[in-house]
Nanobody, 113 residues
Framework: QVQLVESGGGLLQPGGSLRLSCATS????????MGWYRQAPGKERELVTT???????NYADFVKGRFTISRDNAKNTVYLEMNSLMPEDTAVYYC???????WGKGTLVTVSS
């Protein structure tokens, strides 16, 4: 049974930092491509970043230089380090196993003064 469980969301002020985690189970984690998506209130879900099995990454333009995706194959976990957060980063952040229908339930990040 495949499970993706996000954690680490919260409320913080503009300019702050946060690290999200996505713990996985039921997959051969080291060979898969993982991604982080987000969905802001009233908006479509959008791709934030991906990381493949070789550690190669891609980022949406709106997070380049601020967010970093990484993975720990020993822990079957993918991370999203978010810096210089802005109110427009407020969203539910989802972990996704690319090429599948598996998604986590999401974790809410709220950036507000």
């Amino acid at each position: 049974q495949v499970q993706l469980v996000e954690s680490g969301g919260g409320l913080l002020q503009p300019g702050g930092s946060l690290r999200l985690s996505c713990a996985t189970s039921g997959i051969i984690f080291r060979i898969v491509t993982m991604g982080w998506y987000r969905q802001a209130p009233g908006k479509e879900r959008e791709l934030v970043t991906t990381i493949n099995s070789s550690g190669n990454t891609n980022y949406a333009d709106f997070v380049k230089g601020r967010f970093t995706i990484s993975r720990d194959n020993a822990k079957n976990t993918v991370y999203l380090e978010m810096n210089s957060l802005m109110p427009e980063d407020t969203a539910v952040y989802y972990c996704h196993l690319l090429g599948s229908s598996y998604w986590g339930k999401g974790t809410l990040v709220t950036v507000s003064s």
